[in-house]
C-alpha cells in the first residue's frame, strides 16, 4: 500500500477481542446509564482504547473507523472501503464507507436512530485521560440529532487488574517494602561510618536492588535530601546532587513492577537526620491524616455500596491540608491509578485539582494515595496504593505511621 510510510501502524494480535468478552458487562451498563450505545473512533491511533477494546489483530488502517456497541443487539464495525477487504470480522458485521458525504450517512445508519451515546469525551476538557475525539468529530456526531456523553466509566471495565495481576502488583509491593528498608540501613551505615552520601548515591543503590529482585523500575526512584524533596518530581544528578546532612528531610518515592502486561506498585516513605524539628513533625501528621482520611471516605462508600467518584478523594483529602494551613503548599493531586506501562495509569485518578476526575472507583482498579506538602527547604509525601473492591479498598503496600530517624 502506498501510504505506509505516512501516519499507518500496526495493531498487536491479542487474541479474543476484549470486547466480546466484555460485551454483556457494558451492554448492562449502557441500559442501567439510559445511553443507546457507545461509539469508539480512532484515526491512526489518535484513540489509544479503541485498540484496548478491540484488538482485531495485525492489519493496517490508514483511514478513520469506527466500532457501535448499542445498548441491545449486536457491535457493528464502520471502516473505509479501502480496508473493508481486509478488515477482520471476528463475528462482528463490517460496514463501508469511502467519501466524506458517505462517512454522515453511514454513521447516521450505525447509530440507527440512537439519541445519545458514549464516545471518548470529557466535556470543557476536564479529563484529558479520557477526551480523545476530537472537536471536529463531536461536531459530526452531534450533527446527526445526538447527544454525546463521555465514556470515562466504561472505559474502566477493560482497565481492571485480573487475579495474576493483581497477585504480580503484591509481588512489587513486597520488593518496595525491602527496598526502603535496605535504604534506610545503607544511610544509617554511611552515618555511622562517616562516610559522605549523596542523593544519586542513595537513587542508584535503590535501583539495583530492585532490578535485582527481577522487578522492572521504569525509571531510577526520585530522592530528595532538604530542598530536593520540595520538587515532587526531583531528578538527583550524577554530579552535583547534595550530600546528606544532620537536619535534612529524606524523600524516597520508589515503584516498580513484575516484568510483561503487570501493573506498578509505587510508594513515598518519609526518614529525617537527626531529630526532626516541631515544624516538620506538624507536616509530616498533617499529610499522615489526610492520607488516612481518603482510605476512610473509600471504605465508608464502598461497604455502603455508594459510588464515591476521583475528585471526591481529592477534595476530602486536600481539606486536612487546607484546614491545616498547607494550601499555597499544594502542588499536584491525591493520587493516581497505576498503569502496566506507566507509573501512572488510565484509569481513575483522585483528582479535582489538576483535573476533574468524575469517574467512579469501580472495583478491580489500583489507585495510590498520595498527599504532599511542599516548601523550599523540604517536602513530605506519604504515598500508598490501594485496590478497589465491591465492598471497599484493600492497602497494598507498606503503610507509614512514624518517622524513620536517621
Given at each position: 500500500?502506498?501510504?505506509?510510510?505516512?501516519?499507518?501502524?500496526?495493531?498487536?494480535?491479542?487474541?479474543?477481542?476484549?470486547?466480546?468478552?466484555?460485551?454483556?458487562?457494558?451492554?448492562?451498563?449502557?441500559?442501567?446509564?439510559?445511553?443507546?450505545?457507545?461509539?469508539?473512533?480512532?484515526?491512526?491511533?489518535?484513540?489509544?482504547?479503541?485498540?484496548k477494546v478491540f484488538n482485531h489483530g495485525a492489519t493496517?488502517?490508514?483511514?478513520?473507523?469506527?466500532?457501535?456497541?448499542?445498548?441491545?443487539?449486536?457491535?457493528?464495525?464502520?471502516?473505509?472501503?479501502?480496508?473493508?477487504?481486509?478488515?477482520?470480522?471476528?463475528?462482528?458485521?463490517?460496514?463501508?464507507?469511502?467519501?466524506?458525504?458517505?462517512?454522515?450517512?453511514?454513521?447516521?445508519?450505525?447509530?440507527?436512530?440512537a439519541n445519545r451515546i458514549a464516545m471518548e469525551y470529557?466535556?470543557?476538557?476536564?479529563?484529558?485521560?479520557?477526551?480523545?475525539?476530537?472537536?471536529?468529530?463531536?461536531?459530526?456526531?452531534?450533527?446527526?440529532?445526538?447527544?454525546?456523553?463521555?465514556?470515562?466509566?466504561?472505559?474502566?471495565?477493560?482497565?481492571?487488574?485480573?487475579?495474576?495481576?493483581?497477585?504480580?502488583?503484591?509481588?512489587?509491593?513486597?520488593?518496595?517494602?525491602?527496598?526502603?528498608?535496605?535504604?534506610?540501613?545503607?544511610?544509617?551505615?554511611?552515618?555511622?561510618?562517616?562516610?559522605?552520601?549523596?542523593?544519586?548515591?542513595?537513587?542508584?543503590?535503590?535501583?539495583?536492588?530492585?532490578?535485582?529482585?527481577?522487578?522492572?523500575?521504569?525509571?531510577?526512584?526520585?530522592?530528595?535530601?532538604?530542598?530536593?524533596?520540595?520538587?515532587?518530581?526531583?531528578?538527583?544528578?550524577?554530579?552535583?546532587?547534595?550530600?546528606?546532612?544532620?537536619?535534612?528531610?529524606?524523600?524516597?518515592?520508589?515503584?516498580?513492577?513484575?516484568?510483561?502486561?503487570?501493573?506498578?506498585?509505587?510508594?513515598?516513605?518519609?526518614?529525617?537526620?537527626?531529630?526532626?524539628?516541631?515544624?516538620?513533625?506538624?507536616?509530616?501528621?498533617?499529610?499522615?491524616?489526610?492520607?488516612?482520611?481518603?482510605?476512610?471516605?473509600?471504605?465508608?462508600?464502598?461497604?455502603?455500596?455508594?459510588?464515591?467518584?476521583?475528585?471526591?478523594?481529592?477534595?476530602?483529602?486536600?481539606?486536612?491540608?487546607?484546614?491545616?494551613?498547607?494550601?499555597?503548599?499544594?502542588?499536584?493531586?491525591?493520587?493516581?491509578?497505576?498503569?502496566?506501562?506507566?507509573?501512572?495509569?488510565?484509569?481513575?485518578?483522585?483528582d479535582g485539582f489538576e483535573t476533574l476526575d468524575e469517574?467512579?472507583?469501580?472495583?478491580?482498579?489500583?489507585?495510590?494515595?498520595?498527599?504532599?506538602?511542599?516548601?523550599?527547604?523540604?517536602?513530605?509525601?506519604?504515598?500508598?496504593?490501594?485496590?478497589?473492591?465491591?465492598?471497599?479498598?484493600?492497602?497494598?503496600?507498606?503503610?507509614?505511621?512514624?518517622?524513620?530517624?536517621?
Amino acid at each position: 500500500m502506498s501510504e505506509q510510510g505516512v501516519g499507518y501502524y500496526e495493531l498487536e494480535h491479542g487474541g479474543k477481542s476484549m470486547i466480546r468478552q466484555k460485551q454483556e458487562e457494558v451492554q448492562a451498563f449502557l441500559k442501567e446509564q439510559g445511553w443507546d450505545g457507545w461509539l469508539i473512533y480512532d484515526f491512526r491511533g489518535t484513540n489509544p482504547f479503541a485498540t484496548k477494546v478491540f484488538n482485531h489483530g495485525a492489519t493496517i488502517l490508514s483511514r478513520r473507523w469506527f466500532i457501535w456497541i448499542p445498548a441491545q443487539g449486536d457491535i457493528k464495525i464502520l471502516v473505509h472501503d479501502i480496508e473493508f477487504g481486509s478488515f477482520p470480522r471476528l463475528g462482528f458485521e463490517v460496514f463501508k464507507y469511502n467519501g466524506r458525504e458517505s462517512l454522515g450517512l453511514e454513521l447516521s445508519k450505525l447509530l440507527g436512530g440512537a439519541n445519545r451515546i458514549a464516545m471518548e469525551y470529557s466535556p470543557m476538557a476536564n479529563n484529558p485521560y479520557v477526551s480523545k475525539v476530537d472537536g471536529g468529530t463531536l461536531e459530526l456526531i452531534r450533527s446527526l440529532g445526538v447527544e454525546v456523553v463521555s465514556s470515562g466509566d466504561l472505559l474502566q471495565l477493560f482497565l481492571a487488574w485480573t487475579p495474576e495481576q493483581l497477585d504480580n502488583h503484591l509481588k512489587a509491593a513486597a520488593v518496595l517494602t525491602e527496598t526502603k528498608d535496605k535504604a534506610i540501613a545503607y544511610i544509617r551505615q554511611h552515618i555511622s561510618e562517616g562516610t559522605p552520601l549523596n542523593e544519586y548515591q542513595l537513587q542508584q543503590y535503590m535501583n539495583d536492588f530492585i532490578e535485582s529482585q527481577g522487578m522492572d523500575p521504569g525509571h531510577a526512584p526520585i530522592i530528595g535530601f532538604g530542598p530536593g524533596g520540595g520538587d515532587p518530581h526531583y531528578v538527583p544528578a550524577k554530579t552535583g546532587s547534595k550530600v546528606l546532612e544532620p537536619g535534612d528531610a529524606i524523600l524516597m518515592d520508589l515503584f516498580c513492577k513484575a516484568p510483561g502486561d503487570n501493573p506498578f506498585a509505587d510508594i513515598t516513605w518519609m526518614a529525617h537526620y537527626d531529630t526532626p524539628t516541631e515544624r516538620f513533625m506538624k507536616v509530616f501528621n498533617a499529610v499522615l491524616k489526610s492520607r488516612d482520611t481518603a482510605v476512610e471516605l473509600l471504605q465508608n462508600r464502598l461497604s455502603q455500596g455508594k459510588l464515591v467518584r476521583g475528585y471526591e478523594v481529592d477534595l476530602t483529602t486536600r481539606k486536612v491540608l487546607i484546614d491545616a494551613g498547607y494550601e499555597a503548599n499544594l502542588k499536584h493531586r491525591t493520587g493516581h491509578s497505576l498503569g502496566n506501562v506507566t507509573t501512572h495509569g488510565e484509569a481513575a485518578h483522585f483528582d479535582g485539582f489538576e483535573t476533574l476526575d468524575e469517574r467512579a472507583v469501580l472495583p478491580g482498579i489500583g489507585i495510590t494515595i498520595e498527599p504532599g506538602v511542599y516548601f523550599d527547604d523540604f517536602g513530605v509525601r506519604s504515598e500508598i496504593n490501594v485496590y478497589a473492591k465491591a465492598d471497599g479498598v484493600d492497602i497494598t503496600t507498606a503503610l507509614q505511621t512514624v518517622i524513620d530517624i536517621v
